[in-house]
């Protein structure tokens, strides 16, 4: 199966849900990078937007590709954003942070009026749990958030960078990956994450996603949330 050509087709699908006058919250990673490519497209045709980035490495990709950007300072309300996930429930329950950018797409997703999913169709499963949840953490608690996962029946990871280095977010922190397995109750464990002191975030979308484009071939299917 060739996933790209599923991620190409999703976000290509995903650009009518941009209107003239908007601004745009932009994912990270490899399916988000086509729909900023699309969008730079119709920036050159004349499409007046301006966007907010979830990461210096999408910053950096939309503005070599002439997307005026814009920052949450001067906009506090986004009109609509358009991201990935690695994971995606029937009830269109989210993990995301595979790229390590969830404490800002989180943050932009929440401003968001309209929050668009675009993924690759190895994406959609059945229960949440077989991707890692990333915990971000801040690196003097990470121990102890550790544990604490830990004792949750997760397998917990602190993720490292190519030289092998503990990763660090846009915003300084640590990522730890957690493997919980089958999780049931996704809404619980995020709430029960975000009780543990030290934790900044986590990469459970809860209720956010409001339309999931999954490329399947050449087709696109499209799933919307539960009024």
Do not use: W
Request: with cysteine.
């Amino acid at each position: 199966m060739n996933y790209e050509v599923e991620k190409e087709a999703a976000a290509k699908a995903s650009i009518r849900f941009v209107e003239d006058g908007q601004i745009v919250g932009l994912g990270t990673g490899s399916s988000a990078a086509y729909a900023i490519r699309f969008l730079a497209e119709r920036v050159r045709h004349g499409l007046k937007i301006r966007g907010i980035p979830t990461s210096m490495q999408t910053r950096d990709l939309a503005a070599s590709l002439g997307i005026p950007l814009t920052t949450l300072d001067e906009f506090q309300q986004v009109d609509v954003t358009i991201d990935g996930a690695d994971e995606i429930d029937p009830q269109l329950c989210l993990i995301k942070g595979g790229g390590g950018a969830f404490l800002r797409e989180k943050i932009i997703a929440s401003a968001s009026r309209r929050l668009v999913i675009i993924a690759d169709s190895s994406k959609p499963v059945a229960v949440l749990g077989k991707a890692p949840v990333p915990v971000e953490v801040v690196p003097f608690a990470q121990a102890l958030v550790g544990k604490e996962i830990t004792a949750l029946g997760a397998a917990v990871q602190l993720r490292m960078d190519a030289s092998g280095k503990p990763y660090v977010t846009d915003e300084g922190h640590h990522i730890l990956d957690c493997h919980f397995g089958r999780i049931s109750d996704p809404p619980l464990l995020a709430r029960t994450l975000e009780d543990i002191p030290g934790t900044v975030e986590h990469g459970l979308f809860i209720g956010m996603a409001g339309v999931v484009l999954i490329g399947e071939g050449s087709s696109v299917r499209e799933l919307h949330a539960a009024a």
